[in-house]
């Protein structure tokens, strides 16, 4: 037999300011990354495989940095490399400019992981 399937309309919102090339997804608080970098320790508002934010006043825009990555809840860290491609006060968005393979993949993992909890929870 054939079954018909119903055609499902969707809009996507159109943003052309949002340049994003990945999904990111906020850490939660029980599961919080650390990136400590430049002599400054800050949690990340938001990740994902192609980059981070987060609040400091330590970095300028276009500003490159090197240093470790910690996802808490699994006890991993990472080296890494980042420049800040927009700041709007003290709100950074970074691009990661050198990161290994294994750790890109780690984050894609982690940001998956927290798609799936917030599927389950809602």
């Known amino acids: 037999m054939f079954w018909k399937k119903k055609k499902i309309d969707v809009e996507l919102p159109n943003n052309e300011a949002d340049h994003r090339g990945a999904f990111r997804i906020r850490p939660g608080s029980d599961r919080p990354i650390l990136l400590k970098a430049a ?43 980042f420049r800040v491609i927009s700041k709007r006060g003290d709100l950074c968005h970074c691009e990661f400019t050198k990161i290994s393979a294994l750790a890109r993949e780690t984050i894609h993992a982690y940001v998956l992981d927290m798609q799936k909890q917030l599927i389950r929870n809602h």
Do not use: E, Q
Not at 67 to 72: A, D, E, Q, R, S
């Open 39 to 81: 002599g400054t320790s800050v949690y990340l508002l938001n990740i994902s495989g192609t980059g981070c934010a987060f609040r400091s006043s330590s970095f300028k825009l276009d500003a490159t940095a090197a240093g470790t990555l910690t996802i808490t809840s699994n006890d991993v860290v990472f080296p890494l490399s």
